[in-house]
Each structure stands twice: as structure tokens, then as C-alpha cells.
């Protein structure tokens, strides 16, 4: 599962995510992951063979994302990651896109040449008036709102904010809050972190796992995760998960 995050065929290979989440990961070895997965086994025995049959795939699938998300850990949900980089790669496009009228052309477009060079204006004035975003990912506690960075991301636009970070025990990313089945970043971070009347946020956790599972298709009528697991197909598995 280490190599599912990391990318195993040329053109998807994700360098150094391992490394780079110091807080809850390490470059963990065979031996590291299996105790992730033995973690997760023991503290969501019943839930992972509950997800496994809802969704109608092997339960070690179920237990992987747990090992390499949170490493098992049972308050594995109160994880977030907010990522800056796609933080700031939407900020930038955006005020881009707002200064000349229109998105990204295609590269034959002959505006392209003009909207680079507006692109690389705007990401210097930005950097050089929010420095903080020069950095790739920032961690922080039970909720995002308790992290400077967080703050100040999330005012100057509190949709990309809550957007670019991932959530809870399966870090689910907050772009994908349809799938997930929520009606905003926001309101998916918010059940991922603190619950919903009634229930607990590690059930809301596993709840939303298998919503997000079902629902990502891609061209096909088949969710290509479910596909993907039911194929123990690995590269395809971390490819398309976030």
C-alpha cells in the first residue's frame, strides 16, 4: 500500500509524499506498514468488514487506506493536511483568469503566450505580498481553524481553503465533497471533524469513505475505485483516489 501512494508506473509517481508528512508518516518500511495494518484491524475490525461488503471488495483494501492514511490510528480523524500548493495554484489561476477574462487557453491558442506571462506576474505579487505561500503543506490539530496558515488562506477565499485540505482517517480531500456528498468543502470538513447530530466523526469518516468509493467515476457507469479495488489494481487505486 506504501507504493499505492507513491505511484508504481512512469508518468504518476508522486516524490516524496512520504517524506514530506513528517507529522504522521514516515518512509515507512514493509515491516512499518504492516503494523499500520494491524493497527487499523484492531481498532476498526468491525467497520472494515462492514465497508468492505457495502462496497463488495476485499476488506484488505479497506484496511490499506486506513494503514497509509493515518496509520490505523483511532483518532486517525481528527487528521487534517491543508496543502498551500493547491491552495495556491487555485488563488493564482483564479485572480489570472479574473485580470484577462478568460481560463487557460489551450497551448496551439495564441492568447497562451499572454496568459503565462500575466500568470507568472501574478504569482510573484502574490508570493511576495503572502510569503507563507510559498511552502508545499502545512499541518495542524483537531480543526483547521486552529491554524494560522488555515486562517489566513481561508480569507482570501474560504472555499479553495477548506477545499485543499484532506480529512480524517481516510484523508478525503476536500475537492471531492460532491462524491463525498456534501454541498461544500466546508460543510464536509465540518462532518468530518466534528460529527453530525447523533454521530460520532469516525463514523461520519467511514460513512463518507464509502459514498466517495462509489461515486468516482470516470467515463464509465462503474465507479472506477470500486473497479480498481475488485481488480487489485493498485497504481489505479492511488491514481484516481485523490
Known amino acids: 500500500m506504501q507504493e499505492l501512494q507513491e505511484g508504481t508506473r512512469k508518468g504518476y509517481v508522486r516524490k516524496g509524499r512520504l517524506r514530506a508528512d513528517k507529522q504522521w508518516r514516515s518512509k515507512r518500511t514493509p515491516a512499518d506498514a504492516a503494523k499500520c495494518v494491524r493497527r487499523a484491524e484492531k481498532h476498526f475490525s468491525d467497520e472494515i468488514v462492514k465497508v468492505a461488503a457495502t462496497i463488495g471488495i476485499d476488506p484488505a483494501i479497506v484496511s490499506g487506506y486506513l494503514a497509509i492514511e493515518t496509520c490505523g490510528a483511532p483518532e486517525g480523524h481528527e487528521k487534517t493536511l491543508f496543502m498551500i500548493k493547491n491552495f495556491r495554484s487555485k488563488y493564482v489561476n483564479r485572480k489570472t483568469r479574473k485580470a484577462l477574462g478568460h481560463a487557460r487557453p489551450a497551448e496551439e491558442d495564441p492568447r497562451r503566450p499572454a496568459w503565462e506571462a500575466k500568470h507568472k506576474e501574478v504569482l510573484a505579487q502574490t508570493l511576495r505580498k503572502h510569503p507563507w505561500m510559498s511552502e508545499s503543506m502545512a499541518y495542524f ?36 465533497y460532491k462524491l463525498a456528498g456534501f454541498k461544500s468543502p466546508k460543510e464536509m470538513g465540518e462532518a468530518l471533524m466534528k460529527g453530525e447530530p447523533g454521530v460520532e ?25 470500486v473497479l480498481a479495488a475488485k481488480q487489485l489494481d493498485w497504481w489505479a487505486l492511488g491514481r484516481f483516489y485523490n
Open 141 to 176: 490539530g483537531r480543526w483547521p481553524g486552529t491554524s494560522k496558515v488555515f486562517k489566513k488562506a481561508a480569507a482570501l477565499s474560504e472555499f479553495y481553503a477548506y477545499e485543499c485540505v484532506s480529512y480524517g482517517n481516510f484523508q478525503i480531500h476536500g475537492w471531492g
Open 201 to 225: 466523526p469516525w463514523r461520519v469518516n467511514v460513512r463518507t469513505f464509502v459514498r466517495y468509493m462509489t461515486n468516482k467515476h470516470r467515463g464509465g457507469k462503474k465507479s472506477i475505485l
